[in-house]
């Protein structure tokens, strides 16, 4: 990757932490209900969202806070939400766990574990028959992949050629149960060759390897119309939802992790391979907390919905 | 024009496919039993599909969300059973869950109910579930016309609509209006006038409530006969006008009691009719038990005529109890 | 003995498993989040499981059948949409469908209502839908002793039972009687008696009422508040007493009403206790609307205290009001 | 396989030919509502069937009429079953789709396809937990694979090491629905290695081959105490449900099937080999044939359930 979508990437992988960190600080002060933070999975949702084109769509789950902003969306909007006030991106109704924007090609975000494995196959058959281009990306967790759903999406995916690209963010854990509890093989990408399709594993600590993954399963999507199972291979680097003391976790186990946080990762290659020095991306971990910073107080200015909000939006 | 309820099902799908482009339908076996609509309207948009329930109505619901207007076709109501999360979770919720930014115009069909014999796992009337359940619509005509009407309703409306066909209807023929005749859903039709008591009913028993009044009448007993057509949206108007007229309620349904529709009309007038009532609400249901396969005892499972009359004798003497 | 809900959730799991070797319990984490059961029964009896709720409801339906008494975690209410199968049609039908030859002991436990701000996938009350289908026993309790000695029963019991815990209970605290006190499913509890209104509700809204009868005692009004513990069976004969006595009744609970339990209760009054009535029925419920995940809103979706002090004001003017 | 194993599995074949055959009849004459014949997967059933040990267990689907009639379920308390009887094996109140009989250890039969397949892990655990000998197969169809509850069954097996044979009986269709319609590989064997777990496939109309898989995969399963997928080529020789005129069905792929009809081919083995003559062969016929005429006389002799059935047996 060139200089500057390195640097990009760097950028957006920072704002995510940082909202991240925001998102814990303010939960922990009460100023919104838990949430599940993605620290640690930076580089897969930077790394596959910067893949696709503007005219593609994303379906995401629970933890979907680093898709949403490597998909450019306003950290003030995303606060609102969690907040519950009326400038969030569903006003406040959907809360932290399922904000979708229309406008960000974010749709249909399921909190439901297996929901957007359900939902991504009708959005995609809706994008063929309406002869709109495009590939849709469907982000989910190695739980997920225990759920029914994900192999019934596959199957169907696989049989009427629908232009996914499924990517299994495996981070090892699933809650409070390690991944190596719920399924033999060490991971879900065995999968993809039972139901016929593409799969292919990467190491989802490496935002240029990840990026590189998702491009070439994206310009496979382009020229076959079939769907392809890509694996990130991460890591939950904080608990499943906060608070959560992570005391269920091999402290050796995180620790190696750890040791490959991304932001790290990515900050040591830039500076090895002399793309950036230190003061830049300092200069950058600055203007991200600054922008957070702001965000919050946005966030904070919004008024919570009226009550009438209660019963609108039920029916069309 | 004369046809049955599943031929008026039929041209339902066919006269709206041919309107709108987008209106597209699948399920297991819907392409193959459908060899009309796979001819006309073609493999895209008239499929089979793997079987799974879950997918199929997931599928629905995300193509909904993105300009289609899905019909799916899920066979038998106790297999909605795999497909819960997609209907009520994901139809049900997301329009409000997203602010409104997306909305679900799609049709889920199944058959419901007694007169095939094969059992509880085939045969279990759960149209309570999804009137309970929020965002979503819910239908169950009685009449070929009806079920034209409203199945033309059900695929324009831009809400996720459950339409359940009483399976006993299938084959019973009736007369049909020709042409674009859409009725709106959320209106009930009395299907015989009277002042001395009201059965609210819909789907199949509406025609045993037609046959009780008709008994009745016989023995001087006017009864009026409402057939709500819609589940959900509900003509609460309709009900609520005729107990105010009649002061007697029975309603009668297949599906078992317990918070039933026959518990919500019940409530519903309970409440905003108390004192037009002049004799305790009757409930005639199936009973609370999964439904039997043997012939004999899934006959035995649907409420029949003599039952209401019997039930509309028994309130009709209760005119001289003692109030309060 | 003080404890809080959970404590006495885990309190009954402890004693049920050291009682009956045959009992298990297993779920997604529930080996992590139970460290005690656990480290006292060991991984045969306390298992995590794959996140497949399907799968994990379905395999408590065979081992019951197979002579273990399975209790699994579901976690949260509209999670039970992916197991809706399992619990329905297995473990509701398969002893009637099998001519009586198994019998399913089993118990699933979620957590449900408002509390937590997480919005509608993860909050939704749906015992009505268990109400309503057969050969199911569903509780929802209200008091630390009820969650324990309710616990209990249900473990022994020896039919699918559905333990709702309100998610808003949780932490609150009361007092435990020490011992093995089992407590009957199908009772209710008188929480409060009074002759001039009878308030029916379960689960959280029951301190509600309890709650808005003290605020109509200082005005004079005595309301007796009933907390039906068990929904399925349900007590009656606790409720037809009670209106016998007062003429009067309001239903609370925070699922929403259509076809809801308290549809149910008002369908049950209307047909049984005609004559008692005095009033109109009133059912103060959640609105039909998904929950919202605001604060503000989710607050606004439980009926409140007043609500209650207001309708019963309301049916007691309404005393002058005339009647037929 | 012996002389004598081989002529008693003839028997069975020929029973639950006859059976059906019978069943069919009596539909055309509305003598009980319709219902799904094995027609075609006799050797299937017999092979896995008279694999198993009597203290193994049976799960079954709405095609079932042939593991009962294996495992020696009398035809007549069969029959009643279908007609709604109350000698059926359940007093009519299941009727043809889910006929369970504990006596016989065919347990928890479910016409929700993927019901068995969602049940069976509980079963399996219940006889290791009660430290019970002993393995459960569970059949099920190709279309029952589609359901997402196959692969959360075969993971849980799997990761919980449940003594579990899966026998799929891959019948090419799905009710109106060819199997090549519904999945991209040629069938399902290909998920076991997915799921960490052995797998094997078989050609269903040869009863040999049948019994020896079976017999392999069951011996496995007893040592490891792990769970196996045997997937079994067959066809469904009859249309889905009576009445049915199978004028979907591919005449060419139907008439090549039916020439390895299971029974012509075993009695043409039994032939060759010496092992028996016409005679033998067509004695067992006329036999069979007597015996399904009796139980249809036994069924018809049973009265059906009286009113207070309706609601026996809901709760325990
Ligand atoms: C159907 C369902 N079951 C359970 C949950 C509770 N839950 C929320 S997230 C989670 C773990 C999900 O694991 P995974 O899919 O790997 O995603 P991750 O959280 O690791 O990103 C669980 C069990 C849920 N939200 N939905
Ligand atoms: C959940 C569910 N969906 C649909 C059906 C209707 N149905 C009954 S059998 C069948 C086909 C099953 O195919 P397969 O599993 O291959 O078994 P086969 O009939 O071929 O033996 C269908 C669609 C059902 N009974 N249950
Ligand atoms: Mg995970
Ligand atoms: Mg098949």
Redesign the interface.
């Known amino acids: 990757m060139r200089a500057n979508t390195l640097i990009q990437a760097y950028e957006r992988m920072a704002l995510i932490r940082a909202y991240e960190n925001t998102v814990v600080s303010l939960a922990g002060q009460h100023r919104l209900p838990g949430t599940c933070t993605s620290i640690g999975q930076e580089a897969s949702a930077v790394g596959v969202v910067s893949a696709l084109s503007s005219d593609d769509l994303i379906l995401t789950n629970h933890r979907s806070a680093g898709h949403l902003l490597a998909r450019g969306a306003d950290p003030a909007r995303m606060l609102a939400e969690v907040m519950g006030k009326s400038g969030g991106y569903c006003g406040g109704k959907s809360g932290s766990l399922h904000i979708s924007s229309k406008e960000l090609g974010v749709v249909l975000t399921s909190t439901i574990v297996g929901g957007e494995l359900s939902l991504v196959t009708g959005v995609a058959l809706a994008r063929t028959m309406l002869g709109q281009a495009g590939v849709v990306a469907c982000f989910f967790g190695d739980g997920a992949a225990c759920q029914g759903r994900f192999h019934e999406s596959l199957n169907l995916a696989a049989v009427w050629k629908l232009p996914i690209l499924y990517v299994c963010e495996n981070n090892q854990w699933q809650a409070f149960v390690h991944r190596q509890e719920t399924m033999l093989a060490d991971g879900v990408v065995g999968h993809a060759a039972g139901h016929g399709i593409g799969g292919s594993r990467v190491d989802g600590m490496d935002v240029e390897a990840v990026r590189e993954a998702a491009e070439h399963a994206i310009s496979r999507i382009r020229e076959t119309g079939a769907p392809h199972l890509l694996e990130v291979m991460t890591y939950r680097l904080r608990g499943h939802f906060e608070p959560d003391d992570q005391a269920y976790v091999d402290p050796a186990e995180l620790a190696r992790w750890r040791a490959r946080d991304p932001l790290v990762l990515l900050r040591r290659r830039l500076i090895e391979s002399g793309m950036a020095d230190e003061a830049d991306l300092d200069r950058i971990d600055v203007e991200v907390g600054v922008r957070l910073d702001r965000a919050v107080g946005v966030a904070d200015a919004s008024p919570y919905p009226e009550r009438r909000e209660l019963t609108s939006d039920v029916y069309a | 024009m004369e046809m049955t309820v599943n031929d008026a099902i039929s041209a339902a799908l066919a006269e709206e496919m041919r309107r709108e482009p987008?209106v597209?339908i699948f399920g297991?076996?819907v392409a193959?039993?459908r060899p009309d609509l796979l001819g006309e309207f073609g493999a895209?948009?008239v499929?089979?599909?793997?079987?799974?329930e879950?997918?199929i109505?997931?599928?629905?619901?995300?193509?909904?969300?993105?300009?289609?207007r899905?019909v799916v076709d899920l066979l038998f109501v106790?297999?909605l059973?795999?497909a819960?999360?997609?209907i009520?979770?994901?139809a049900?919720?997301?329009?409000?869950?997203?602010?409104?930014?997306?909305?679900?115009?799609m049709v889920v069909l199944a058959m419901t109910g007694t007169g095939?014999?094969?059992?509880?796992?085939?045969n279990?009337n759960?149209e309570?579930?999804f009137?309970?359940?929020?965002?979503l619509k819910v239908v169950m005509p009685s009449t070929a016309a009806d079920f034209k009407g409203l199945l033309k309703s059900a695929i324009r409306d831009?809400?996720p609509v459950l339409f359940f066909t009483d399976l006993a209807l299938g084959y019973t023929a009736g007369s049909v209006p020709d042409g674009d005749e859409a009725i709106p859903l959320g209106s009930a039709a009395i299907r015989r006038e009277g002042g001395d008591v009201t059965l609210v009913s819909y789907a199949k028993t509406v025609h045993t409530c037609v046959a009780a009044a008709e008994a009745l009448a016989e023995r001087g007993v006017e009864a009026e006969v409402i057939d709500l057509r819609t589940l959900?949206p509900?003509d609460e108007g309709a009900i609520l006008r005729s107990v105010a007229k009649t002061?007697r309620l029975v309603v009668v349904h297949e599906?078992?009691?317990?918070?039933?529709?026959?518990?919500?009309i019940?409530?519903l007038?309970?409440?905003?009719a108390?004192?037009?009532?002049?004799?305790?609400?009757?409930?005639l249901t199936g009973?609370?038990?999964?439904a039997?396969?043997?012939?004999?005892?899934?006959q035995?499972?649907v409420p029949q005529a003599d039952d209401i009359v019997t039930a509309v004798e028994g309130i009709l003497e209760d005119r001289a109890?003692?109030?309060?």
Chains 1, 4 share one sequence.
Request: hydrophobic content about 40%; proline content about 9%.
């Open positions: 987008t597209l297991e076996g193959t039993k895209t948009r499929r089979n599909t793997p079987l799974a879950g997918i109505a997931g599928t629905a619901v995300g193509a909904a969300a993105m300009g289609l899905p106790p297999f059973c795999y819960m999360d997609e009520v979770n994901s049900g919720k997301l329009r409000y869950m997203s602010g409104g930014q997306f909305s679900f115009p095939w014999g094969v059992g509880a796992q085939h279990h759960l309570a579930w009137v309970h359940a929020p965002g831009d809400n959900k509900l002061g599906a078992s009691g317990m918070c039933g529709v026959g518990a919500e019940a409530a007038v309970a409440g905003k108390f004192h037009h009532l002049r004799a305790p609400i009757v409930r009973p609370d038990a999964p039997p396969s043997s012939f004999a005892l899934e035995a499972f109890a003692p109030v309060g």
